[in-house]
């Protein structure tokens, strides 16, 4: 499968080819991440790594330089007018003691200059007037001696261009030349990649059936002309051919990451030297590939040799492959070897090289933040080595805050933005025991009884965080349970509680099952975090999406099983808790005609003892389901008999993802996850039903927002609802009128991201402790504990 982030080629050293290489980048609807070592460069004896993502910072660039205590940063560069998001360091080149930055979320290019005492400074910004922001502009950049090449593949809805810069005489630069798409059929991503050499320019459209590279000249006069179309007859639909290109002394490769169900491939060209026309001359691969390795995603040329890339290969651990060449012919190929791969780490997802040092991003290791190999050649075996890894030295710039509330006032409670809801604290994810790139997910809280200390249940990528919050101005880290031993890393978990113990599931985890974690063990805490094991396990599912828990009656509902076990078509997995250190299976119910595939499947559900207003059904067990396609609602009373009540949905819905009961059982509300992202609706909608009539349910009305970003989870207790909506943060709604809800607060925990629908941001809150406190996770960010304020309107 292709992975979520797509990782292209970066540039070869010119000062020893004369030849520059370039990178762009795409990315699906995937959380964000840091992106660290997903440009590479040498520059001037330097090792250049860009960071364009980090969600708190702007985009940085890393330089790395070796002393006799071995590799090691020694600066760091932003734009001088950078903001958080901008995605400076997306792509790099460098031509003697220039650099060239691309910022593509900003539509903009940098220039910067190395000076006698080492320092780098920034001399130019190259953009364009009728350009937008949506161009990407920047995303892939090429630089050679006086001139800059630039590539905005999405400009023109897709069609794409590549701009070209010259320097003056008194250093200032200029646009000379517009480059567009020879062929005008939309959506190729002309300007993918570039690569140029002497007076001749490679772009890449891969977004083009089959893939091309165009291949330009430069006259006299200096302006550029198509000389050639590159395209293959091999190449599958779909391969990405030309997603990364090289160019060196007459041979071109071009990459098709994606040809052979992702196994990969790099096409050869030689220029013939009487007509001038570039020929086939075969094609490279990878001796131990296999589908999934992406063999082509990077390439460089290092002398007459050639890197190749397979970040994906053996289960993303990554590979790279050295090409030994002669004569025009490929003599041999090895893999360069000497670091410790793991899983998902996409080793060699990005390549550039000197004469005797190279860097290749470990684009997808620590979860995604990206980290890079520093390789040195031997001066008398010429055999390349991994000397050190390094990764960017600060992953957040958001410190914890505790020790007093942080009042929300003019708008602002510290850097977050509010109203009407106050800061008590927040613990960073690195502070609640998270390494570097894993994020935080669901929440709940328990309240031991017998102390009355109130406690965060946190989830995490890899375990769930136990956290003190009875004094919420001074949170205590109690210590971490991490995931089962046979399952991996996830983003999805959930927890929920029956007496004193903790019910644990995760989504995509492999074989996770339901961990039992015993409550008490949290009254151990002696001043040191602690590392926890779990009081049971409950096996007859693996990965699961939610858990839901009736604690009136002793019974756990497991929703979303996939992957394994008895997954119940992925609708309710009944589980017998009362003897909580023995859960036993009590059924299945899967709700007929519901589901994306119709089959039953439920996304997240709350089940109740009923004491709403329809009286056929007091005091029986009712599960409220959220059913991607529809709401269900069932009645599980009888677990070997479960049976459909009602379902119900709405014309324009997208993903029916999660709601809450109003405390009288007579409203429903509901979130729909994916509404604002496909353009259902333009402001953030909340489904209101009325189910008086649990036969009946009725739509009452879409309630709208005045943000635009996606909702996720929402809780009621007494009047108000309070809703977790990704880049919106915490919104808090009065429902006294329960078809009429009235927005009396909010608090986003997300300081430097603009409020537009997507994933990233708060993931879910917890209102319900006797306290009032509300604990939220906010994924890259951590744990937040927040206070209303007493009731205004806004």
Known sequence: MRRSVFVFLVFLFPFLFNSVQAQTTQSGQSKAMMGFARAVEVADGSIVIGEPDNPHQPGMV?????????????TSISASDGEVGDGFGSALSAHKNQLLIGAPNRGMAYLFKKSVDGSWSETARLSVSDSSDQSRLGGSVALQNDLAFVGASRENKGIGAVYVFQQKENGSWSQTARLTNPDTTKGFGFGSAIAVQEDRLLVSAPWKKGGAVFVYGKGDEGKWSTQQALTSKNADEGSDFGSSIALHNGTILIGAPDQNEDAGAVYVYRQRQKSGKWKSGGQLAAFD???????????????QDVWVGAPDFDNGKGALYHFKQKNDAWTRVTKINGLDRKQGSEFAGTIAAGEDIAVTGLTGSDYGAGSAAILERDAGTGMWAVQTTVISEKESVLESITGNKVKCSDGKASAFSCSNVDLLSF??????????????????????????KEYALVGRMDGTAFVDVSNPTNPIYIGSLPLSDSARVNVWRDIKVYKHYAYIV?????????????????????GEPMNFSEAAHYRKVHSVHNVVINQSTGFAYLVGSSAGGTTCGGGLHMVNIQDPLNPKFAGCFTHPNTGSSGNGYT???QCVTYHGPDKQYKGDEICFGAN?????????TDKE????????????????????????????????ELDEINGSVDHTRTIIWDVTDLDDPQFVKGYLLDNTSSDHNLYVKDELM????????????????????????YFDTQPFDDDSPGFAGTWSNYPFFKSNIIIMTSGMEGLFILKKQPQQNL
């Open 62 to 74: 890393y330089f790395y330089d070796k002393s006799d205590k071995g590799w090691s940063q020694v």
């Open 289 to 303: 590939g296999g589908p999934d390795s992406e063999f082509g995603s990077s390439i460089e040329f290092v002398g």
């Open 427 to 452: 613990l960073p994810v690195e502070e609640i025991g998270g390494s570097r790139g894993i994020e935080v997910n669901d929440i709940w809280g328990w309240t031991d009884p017998k102390t009355g």
């Open 506 to 526: 995760a989504d995509n985890a492999g074989n996770h099952g339901m961990q039992v974690f015993d409550l008490h063990k949290l009254r151990d805490y002696n």
């Open 603 to 605: 996304h997240d559900a």
């Open 628 to 636: 991607e396609n529809a709401i269900s609602i069932a009645n599980v």
């Open 641 to 672: 008999n479960p049976r459909p009540i009602a379902s119900a949905s709405y014309p324009d819905h997208a993903y029916v993802h999660q709601g809450w009961l109003t405390e009288d059982h007579r409203y429903f509300y509901q979130n729909d």
């Open 722 to 745: 309070y809703q977790s909506n990704y880049k919106s943060g915490l919104q808090v709604l009065d429902i006294s009128d329960r078809a009429n809800p009235r927005k009396v607060g």
